[in-house]
């Protein structure tokens, strides 16, 4: 959204530039760093494989906060997410099984599946005129009634080489694959759309929707457009739940809400227009590092559950009070 | 509203739409009711000999915990606000009491449970009016926050067993007469103070003011903060009444006994007619749509659909009911 530097001809001014639109998922990025500084002086046998199970596990979850974000950067919600990964992971587990030749295909249909769900979240959102956070709560019973009929107990397959792409290291043992995959997705998708009109629009419906429409940019278009992304992304979370546990489950995890929780961390504001896809990835494995380091610690499962909402809570809290002072002072 | 009824065209069929517009837009109690009716009607048609009095008393046993979830929401969406924090604070409640009866005694029992309901709440009020956290987020992370205390309260009280005390039976599952269910003898009087509350109380204009317009709000010298620490208190205690009636009906208590029924009562306020934006609806319209939704839960089972297609038809018919509401009443 701001001014991009470009022709700038100093190289620092240009990296304090970048690091300052950046600041609050560098900020980030070091928390992770000093949780992992942690880990290793919990327990410090804590080496490559624990990152890989690290980034596996994150993944579902990572992909959920990116469609999360993407709708709610252009001033949408999408409350339906969790049932739409619930509904092409036992798509895509259920067809694999019966077809494993045929698993290519199957992964394209469902990606394919995906985007069709997200299209008619957002047209459902555009046409009617009635709340993002209730149409989009309405269509998750509908979507997770949709799982229900293609898989009624969690069972299907995953092909052989789905699992492979997100087991495993790529190169060093130190860089999981996982989270190579996870970054040149969302790379290849995120980071070319985000520098074309269509991404910037993304941005324009979120921080003023009248300003947006009245500088040309089709509002309806837009909207739609961002929840068919959540839509592919959704997809890509159920491909990735699919891959990970091997099967599909039609139970929708909490990824809905978590994901909601991991975008504002990753400092998505929940009033549109402001934030990135960076910072909620990195805040996803700021919550699976915490979740680990408890476990590690020994302390009762539960207290994870009450870590988690604290962390969330609090950083949200400290937000708002840099807000707020920066608003008086 | 009246200078909006001025504004309606004269003449032949549009004056007729425009009217029937105008009578849906400002009494909508009237089409949920007829839509309540259409379902009823519907079900003794697919199910012969369905309605009798005992179903009645039945389908109100199951609407009066969803409609006081509705009214949690009712209140916090009034102020542009939502309370996901419901269902784990109902079965907080219920749980407590249950663990606590052969403690302390039924009535130290439900005076704890409504404590930590009220602690819960006025968390959730001070994180929003005063810290200004967004409320999904605020109640969302608080709910996280209580289900992890509370399963490890439950390792605490593992040998405690779950007791529910005599009362609470009584008022859950009971009925009075012929098929009145008895938890009706809380929730009328509950229902009344807040409909009442809401028209007439300072209390209850505020929640509107607050909501409307924050800012108008604010310099009429509206402190924002002590009204959302009251509702969101409010809000806590309307759900723990709600568990503990749950407790009451299927007669034990869980951590996840009320997680089913947030998301529904989030739809019942939606459908009876309150903005999730703040400023406008009403909780006699989530009454009704607390019963519509449980008649269409029965009817969904008396057609014999599977669970999976009673979700997506009853997904389905939310976006329909919230899509036909913005209509009408945003076309002015």
Avoid: C
Wanted: proline share 5%.
């Amino acid at each position: 959204m701001e001014s991009r530097a470009t022709d700038g001809p100093n190289l620092p001014a240009r990296l304090r530039h970048w690091a300052q639109r950046n600041s609050w998922t560098l900020a980030l990025l070091g928390l992770f760093g000093l949780i992992l500084l942690i880990t290793y002086i919990i327990q410090p046998s804590y080496g490559a494989s624990e990152l890989r199970a690290l980034a596996i596990g994150a993944m579902p979850l990572a992909m959920a906060a990116v469609a999360q974000a993407i709708v709610v950067i252009s001033g949408g919600i999408d409350l339906s997410i969790g049932s739409m990964m619930a509904l092409t992971s036992v798509t895509a587990a259920a067809l694999m099984k019966n077809q494993p030749e045929a698993s290519v295909a199957i992964v394209i249909g469902v990606l394919v599946l995906g985007v069709v769900l997200g299209v008619i979240n957002g047209t459902l959102v555009v046409i009617t005129h009635v709340p993002d956070i209730v149409v989009t709560l309405a269509m998750s019973f509908v979507w997770a009634g949709a799982a229900l009929v293609v898989l009624h107990t969690p069972g299907g397959a995953s092909a052989d080489w789905l699992t492979g792409i997100v087991s495993g290291s790529i190169g060093s043992d130190w860089i999981p694959r996982a989270l190579v995959t996870l970054l040149v997705i969302v790379g290849v998708i995120w980071i070319p759309l985000r520098r074309s009109s269509a991404g910037l629009a993304l941005y324009g419906i979120g921080s003023n929707r009248l300003a947006a429409f009245r500088s040309g940019v089709p509002v309806g278009r837009t909207k739609v457009f961002a929840y068919m992304l959540g839509g592919l992304f959704s997809a890509f979370g159920g491909l990735a739940l699919t891959a990970t546990t091997g099967i599909g489950s039609p139970v929708p995890g909490a990824y809905t809400l978590l994901g909601v929780a991991a975008i504002v961390l990753g400092g998505v504001s929940l009033a549109g227009g402001r934030g990135g896809i960076a910072g909620p990835i990195v805040a996803v494995f700021v919550l699976a590092l915490v979740r680990t380091d408890l476990t590690l610690l020994g302390a009762n499962s539960n207290l994870s559950t009450v870590v988690q909402g604290t962390i969330l809570i609090g950083v949200v809290m400290f937000g708002s009070l840099l807000t707020m002072r920066r608003a008086h002072g | 509203m009246s200078s909006q009824a001025e504004m309606v065209p004269a003449g032949g069929r549009s004056a007729f739409a425009g009217g029937w517009r105008r009578l849906l837009r400002d009494r909508p109690l009237i089409p949920l009711t007829g839509l309540l009716v259409l379902l009823v009607v519907g079900l003794e048609v697919a199910s012969p000999g369905t309605i009798k009095p005992a179903w009645v008393g039945s389908t109100i046993r199951a609407a009066v915990p969803l409609a006081l979830l509705g009214a949690s929401q009712t209140l916090a969406m009034l102020t542009g606000g939502i309370d996901l924090s419901v269902g784990t604070v109902a079965s907080m409640a219920a749980f407590i009491m249950a663990t606590q009866t052969g403690q302390l005694g039924p009535v130290p029992a439900l005076l704890l449970a409504f404590l930590a309901a009220a602690l819960a709440g006025l968390v959730n009020g001070i994180g929003v009016g005063i810290f200004k956290v967004h409320p999904l987020i605020m109640t969302l992370g608080l709910g996280l926050v209580i289900l992890g205390l509370m399963n490890v309260y439950q390792l605490v009280v593992v040998t405690n067993g779950t007791n529910i005390p005599p009362i609470i039976d009584w008022l859950g599952s009971g009925t009075t007469l012929p098929f009145l269910p008895n938890n009706l003898f809380l929730f009328v009087p509950i229902a009344l103070l807040i409909i009442a509350g809401l028209r007439y109380s300072g209390f209850g204009r505020l929640l509107f003011a607050v909501g409307d317009n924050p800012v108008a709000a604010r310099l009429s010298g509206v402190r924002a903060w002590q009204v959302l620490v009251g509702l969101y208190i409010l809000s806590a205690l309307l759900a723990a009444v709600a568990g503990i009636l749950i407790a009451g009906i299927v007669k034990t208590a869980s951590l996840a006994l009320v997680d089913q029924s947030v998301l529904p009562a989030v739809a019942a306020a939606v459908i009876g007619g309150t903005s999730i934006m703040g400023g406008r609806g009403g909780y006699s319209g989530t009454i009704i749509g607390a019963l519509i939704l449980t008649v269409l839960t029965s009817l969904l089972i008396a057609l014999q659909m599977p669970e999976a297609v009673r979700q997506i038809l009853f997904g389905a018919i939310i976006v329909a009911v919230a899509a036909v509401y913005t209509r009408i009443v945003d076309v002015s």
